[in-house]
């Protein structure tokens, strides 16, 4: 079955016509939905967002399905409990990021994150991981 569309230009007397089939039109519909459905990019954080937003409060998130709650204390220490890790290390401040070195654990290391604001107090790491303020 063929949708008709009779489209006509604005001030030229020719008409042309086109069909469409539904599967077009459900594809239409569909592109149409994801475009509105999806989200607006979130900046990253400045450093001094970050200071008031992140560091000295209690975070939690989910990582391989587990509940781990962090904290960048204003020390420049950085806190981990997990399940299967707990752990503190040190982070500092570059730029916009904040690098943590962990020592033990599944991931030892340094690795440096920017931060974007979700709004609701999420926030999501340049890994992809969302924060939750613990309230």
């Known amino acids: 079955m063929l949708a008709r569309a009779k489209f006509e ?5 020719e008409t042309s016509q ?3 089939t539904p599967n077009a039109l459900i594809l239409i519909a569909a592109l149409s939905l994801t475009v509105v459905a999806h989200p607006a990019q979130a900046e990253v954080m400045s450093a001094a967002e970050i200071a008031e937003q992140i560091v000295d409060k209690d975070l939690v998130a989910r990582r391989m399905g587990a509940r781990v709650h962090l904290r960048y204390d204003v020390s420049g220490t950085v806190t981990i409990r997990a399940p299967f890790f707990s ?3 040190s982070w500092e401040r570059d730029g916009d990021r904040l690098c943590m070195t962990v020592r033990g ?9 920017n931060f974007e ?4 107090g999420r926030f ?4 992809g991981m969302v924060l939750q303020l613990n309230n």
Request: net charge negative.
């Open 9 to 13: 230009g604005g001030d030229q007397s």
């Open 18 to 20: 086109c069909y469409v």
């Open 87 to 89: 752990g503190t290390g």
């Open 105 to 113: 654990g599944p991931n030892p290391g340094t690795s440096c994150h």
């Open 124 to 127: 999501r790491n340049s890994d």
């Open 117 to 120: 604001n979700l709004g609701g």
